[in-house]
């Protein structure tokens, strides 16, 4: 089985698509798949469908999608005849106590492929090994082909497990960035930090990783004025000023000579992969 969650939802089983086109036992399908190989309550799955306000029918309407779902997958599983390795449906979505599980037979799933070379990427940058760590996080990168269940219709659980992949992935890209800015490959970074600091107007590590970059492309004076901009975003939008470490680095490229803003840590120290990187930290105006 191959379960993808990193864009488009994604479900194989012999190669052959098990999606079904419908919203509900797509959210149905979504919530297994980023669940694989764990039981998922049937209450979660009604949580997730009708958002807390399920009606009279729900368990049995989760059962009739389940029951669907494995009508797709045993059309799969005869296309793939006596190779499949199971040998019906209810082996790969199985009913237990209380809820359903997914059973993808240890076979590829990118979340799990993500945090797998993230984490090699994260220790590579505590050993200051930044040519692996840059490596190993651009090949967890890589698996992301849009936001997460970009085509699924999300209730709140989904919603929320969303949102916590995406902090993954900023998190992921904060220090695939700063090992890369750590080999000098601070040109080639200006045209993809130029995009996400529009992208991402209140994250200070992607800020203060793009003035590292325009310094030290000699263009100085674009450096300090993304560090205005970001200041003025932010006491607008959020009534804060930036942080300590970013207003070191502002006074470090306005004073000094560039090897020394060359020194300056362009970024948070790295987090383990479930952390969010989200904004940075900040000081309340006033």
């Known amino acids: 089985m191959e379960i993808r969650v990193l864009g488009a939802l994604d479900v194989r089983v012999c190669e ?5 086109t419908a919203p509900k036992p797509r959210q149905v399908l979504g919530l297994l798949a980023l669940r694989a190989d764990q039981v998922v309550p049937a ?3 009604a949580e997730e ?15 009739t999608y389940v029951l669907q779902l494995r009508d797709m997958i045993d059309r799969a599983l005869v296309r793939a005849g006596s190779t499949a390795g199971v040998s019906c449906a209810k082996d790969v979505l199985v009913t237990s106590p209380g809820g359903y599980m997914l059973n993808s ?21 505590d050993a200051d090994d930044h040519p692996l760590a840059a490596r190993m996080l651009g090949e967890a990168l890589a698996l992301w082909r ?8 999300v209730g709140g659980q989904l919603a929320v497990e969303a949102k916590r992949l995406e902090e993954t992935r900023l998190c992921a890209l904060d220090q695939r960035i700063e090992a890369d800015l750590r080999l000098g490959r601070h040109r080639v970074l200006l ?24 310094h030290r492309s000699g263009r100085r004076g674009e450096a300090l004025e993304a560090y205005q901009r970001l200041r003025n975003t932010l006491v607008r939008e959020l009534g804060m000023e930036p942080s300590a470490g970013l207003r070191r680095l502002q006074r470090s490229i306005l004073l000094a000579g560039p090897e020394r803003a060359e020194r300056e840590p362009a970024a948070a120290a790295p987090q383990p992969v479930a952390a969010p ?7 309340r105006v006033g």
């Not at 037979?105 to 940058?125: H, K, P, Q, S």
């Not at 849009?146 to 219709?153: C, H, S």
């Not at 045209?191 to 325009?214: C, K, N, P």
């Open 191 to 214: 045209a993809e930090l130029t995009v996400l600091v529009d992208r991402y107007r209140t994250h200070e590590s992607l800020h203060g990783q793009f003035m590292v970059a325009l």
């Open 105 to 125: 037979g240890n076979g590829m799933t990118d979340v799990r492929e993500f945090e797998r070379l993230a984490g090699t990427g994260y220790r590579a940058m």
């Open 49 to 63: 469908l009708w958002s807390g306000r399920p009606p009279r029918s729900a368990r049995t309407t989760v059962q």
């Open 43 to 45: 209450g979660v799955l």
């Open 16 to 20: 052959v698509s098990v999606v079904p």
């Open 146 to 153: 849009g936001p997460a269940f970009a085509d699924v219709p």
């Open 277 to 283: 990187a989200g904004a940075g930290r900040f000081t």
